[in-house]
């Protein structure tokens, strides 16, 4: 599956953004999909998963309350919508899928999208 992040871009501090990842090659069945994100010099970090099968949902405790993760399964897509907006969410985006149940470690996703450019201005 090959995966498409993009709706990256610059924002003031508590402003939104939302976030998709479209998938080709395969349908998001029985696939886990992550959010990540990544900023200079910090590992990767964990924000949000929606497991395809009950559409189950997980956050990181830095967004909960203010992302949201969705799908689409009509147009075989995943968003994520992120409100109020910090100067500590500027990061690269990306997501991710696994087959596999799915969890906040990146270990566990086997395939990745090209990552989108966040910027919060203070």
């Known amino acids: 599956v090959q995966l498409q992040a993009s709706g990256g871009g610059l924002v003031q501090a508590g402003g939104s953004l939302r976030l998709s990842c479209a998938a080709s090659g395969r349908t998001f069945t029985s696939y886990t999909i992550g959010w990540f994100r990544q900023a200079p010099g910090k590992e990767r970090e964990f924000i949000a998963f929606i497991r395809w099968s009950g559409g189950w949902t997980y956050y990181a405790d830095s967004v909960k309350g203010r992302f949201t993760i969705s799908r689409d399964n009509a147009k075989n897509t995943v968003l994520l919508q992120m409100n109020s907006l910090k100067p500590e969410d500027t990061a690269v985006y990306y997501c991710?899928?696994?087959?596999?149940?799915?969890?906040?470690?990146?270990?566990?996703?086997?395939?990745w999208g090209q990552g989108t450019q966040v910027t919060v201005s203070s």
């Open positions: 991710a899928a696994t087959t596999l149940y799915g969890d906040s470690n990146p270990s566990t996703y086997g395939y």
